[in-house]
């Protein structure tokens, strides 16, 4: 049981799916019958041997399920593995409850806090093991620390939520089973943190399988490295462990354990037609009467090139449960009218998101004029008074939704008026009003010139994949045009997006979806009101100064956005629940105020598609990156029939 005193947060009983620990019938547990033939045959241990002492009891969402089957899915282009985290690898120390409101155990047994939430006792289950069978111990929490969040020479940037005022945690190791985690300041947030969609590397990395490619505990480290093709054991250590990205985290990482529901047997990147994760044997979940989970044999992702294809393959039956790229407004009716040729029925996602499309200007690029005049709140203010919202909203979201900016919807305690309605209201005659006053000089096709003369070219870069935004800057290019703005779009695969654009400085803008909406998601994803992670992309290099201040392409912030880091800080060190919402609304204002980004309107409830023959799904979920829709659902207990 959690025994953390902040229970607005942590709900140790209030997840359905998630039980305490089943009475003592080991005898009585079982497996699937692919797995009782290794077993027979010696390749495998007995059930009770690959079970920790304590496994985690989930109670189906309809009835207990059968085994067998795949969980046929898709991965579109190049970049998008992080959809990964979604399906087949949220297992993190905690996890987040189906209905959002807090958190509850998972592959920890126990996570206990103390009064003033600096220090942290956390165990581990006992006979939990790896993919391979090695032992899951803290041994591998103690790698974790000496050799990606602490080790300077493989400089992993990130991990935040084991940081308090700038210094990272200490590490105490107990025993084989327990550790305690020591913040010099309060981090009442720790919790919560450690249940988002990717934060909690603790259980992705194990130590019997990353030790040999680092020097410390391999002297032929950089031999091996040479053998993969490395310069250095450094770049060796890094792939292998893949915490650069969510891409790197997943490429042909077939060989790399995970205690995961299925693990990968053909990789992303060792096969360019598919990838296959297959039933993890020693998987350390059972059902309410005792089953090994997952019921589903396989999860098979196709690998498509773009999201019209995937939007054929779904309208012919060939996706079991799928929401990503397809669900959208002008798709809903295609997909409505195919439901009994494909076999499916919609599901609901309830709206986290800050906006449909929220417009990013990269306040840190490296041409200084571009820069200067990106950070000018009055341009980003003008280019907002340029949007007809009402028409892109009519002509592309079906007419779902009203004009707003990225902000907090309005039932929530949340919800700052300012924030969401700024700068919202079209009129191209006081945008341009606005821009004589910042670019006043026009060449002989009316597009205005910058400081130094050049026409004012905007290059929004653009993730192909995400097919509403195509459609929404087919309209906006127009009108940013007919405020003088050059302004065009290149699209590009994910995989090139996240290179140009989230670990970039050189791009102009972007578009992005994410982020969110109101309560604990702000507070743990304030993207858009503080910029405080990667996902902050409008200030590549503020983010990183909050984040490591040595780092060489860190900058320090202006003083607006220095206080917005502060009270960032302020509200981690915040433990009750009423407090962290008083801090929270003065980081809203201060966005309000800063204005860093621009949107066009809070998105309505979403849908996707699942199977008619899939069972245990949830019908209403939360859609979120951060909630991994629809993993806090646990996807280990869908079946087919």
């Keep these: 049981m959690i025994k953390l005193k902040r229970r607005a947060f942590l709900a140790g009983t209030s997840a359905a799916l998630i039980l305490p620990a089943l009475p003592v019938f080991a005898a009585d547990f079982k497996e699937a019958d692919i797995l009782k033939t290794k077993v027979s045959s010696g390749t495998l241990p007995a059930l009770k041997d690959r079970l920790p002492e304590n496994p985690l009891v989930v109670k189906p969402v309809e009835s207990v399920g059968k085994y067998g ?24 120390l905690l996890r987040y409850t189906p209905d959002w409101s807090g958190v509850t155990l998972n592959v920890a047994e126990s996570f206990e806090g103390d009064a003033e939430s600096k220090v942290y006792a956390i165990r581990l289950r006992k006979g939990m093991k790896w993919s391979d069978g090695h032992p899951y111990t803290t041994a591998d929490i103690k790698f974790w620390y000496d050799t990606v969040f602490t080790d300077k020479r493989v400089a992993f940037v990130g991990q935040d939520h084991w940081k308090s005022g700038g210094k990272p945690a200490k590490l105490e190791i107990v025993d084989e089973q327990t550790f305690k985690v020591t913040f010099d300041k309060p981090n009442g947030l720790f919790p919560l943190q450690v249940a988002w969609a990717n934060n909690d590397q603790t259980t992705r990395t194990p130590k019997h399988y990353l030790e040999q490619f680092h020097i410390d505990f391999n002297p032929k480290a950089d031999e091996l490295a040479k053998q993969r093709g490395f310069e250095s054991w450094i770049a060796s250590f890094q792939a292998a462990a893949g915490f650069q990205d969510d891409n790197a985290f997943f490429l042909n990482s077939s060989k790399k354990p995970c205690v995961h529901a299925w693990m990968f047997t053909i990789a992303p990147g060792e096969n360019t037609e598919r990838a296959v994760a297959e ?3 020693y998987y350390w979940k059972v059902d309410t009467e005792g089953n090994q989970l997952p019921y ?52 609901t996602l309830t709206s986290t998101e800050a906006n449909v499309m929220n417009f990013i200007f990269n306040l840190n690029h490296n041409d200084e004029t571009k820069r ?27 007419g779902q939704g009203a004009p707003a900016q990225p902000s907090i919807k309005k039932e929530d305690p949340l919800y700052n008026e300012q924030l969401a309605t700024q700068f919202t209201a079209y009129d191209v005659d006081k945008a341009n009003a606005m821009l004589d006053q910042i670019v006043p000089k026009r060449d002989d096709q009316n597009f205005r010139l910058d400081e130094k003369g050049r026409r004012l070219t905007i290059i929004f870069e653009i993730d192909q994949a995400r097919a509403v935004f195509l459609d929404l800057f087919q309209l906006v290019i127009p009108m940013f045009q007919a405020v003088g ?16 654009v ?40 503020w983010q990183l100064w909050y984040r490591d201040r040595a780092n060489a392409n860190a900058e320090e912030p202006p003083e607006s956005t220095k206080n917005q880091l502060a009270l960032y800080d302020k509200l981690k060190a915040t433990s009750d629940a009423s407090g962290q919402r008083e801090v929270m609304k003065q980081i ?11 949107g066009i309107s809070l998105p309505p409830d979403g849908y996707g598609i699942v199977k008619n023959n899939m069972k245990n799904i949830t019908k209403i979920m939360p859609n979120s990156f951060g909630w991994p829709t629809p993993a806090p659902t646990m996807p280990e207990q869908f079946y087919k029939v």
């Design 69 to 92: 089957g795949d969980w046929n899915m898709a991965l579109v282009g190049g970049g998008s593995l992080s959809m990964l985290f979604r399906y087949q690898a949220y297992e993190p």
């Design 279 to 281: 039933r993890n044997p």
């Design 296 to 347: 589903m044999d396989r999860i098979v992702y196709q690998m498509v090139a773009d999201p019209q294809v995937l939007l054929l393959k779904a309208m012919q039956g060939e996706v079991d449960l799928m929401d990503q790229y397809i669900a959208t407004p002008n798709n809903k009716s295609v997909l409505y009218d195919a439901r009994e040729q494909g076999g499916y029925d919609f599901y």
């Design 372 to 398: 200067k005049l990106f950070r000018n709140k009055d341009f980003r203010a003008a280019l907002s008074t340029a949007l007809d919202r009402l028409s892109l909203i009519d002509a592309v979201l079906v």
């Design 485 to 500: 703005i050059d302004a065009q779009m290149r699209s590009m695969d994910r995989s090139l997006w996240e290179t140009r």
């Design 502 to 541: 989230r670990q970039g400085r050189d791009f102009d803008a972007t578009a992005h979806q994410f982020g969110a909406n109101g309560g604990v998601a702000a507070m743990l994803d304030p993207r858009y009101y503080v910029p405080t992670d990667a996902n902050a992309m409008y200030a590549p290099a």
């Design 588 to 598: 809203l204002q201060g966005a309000a105020d800063n204005f860093y980004v621009f």
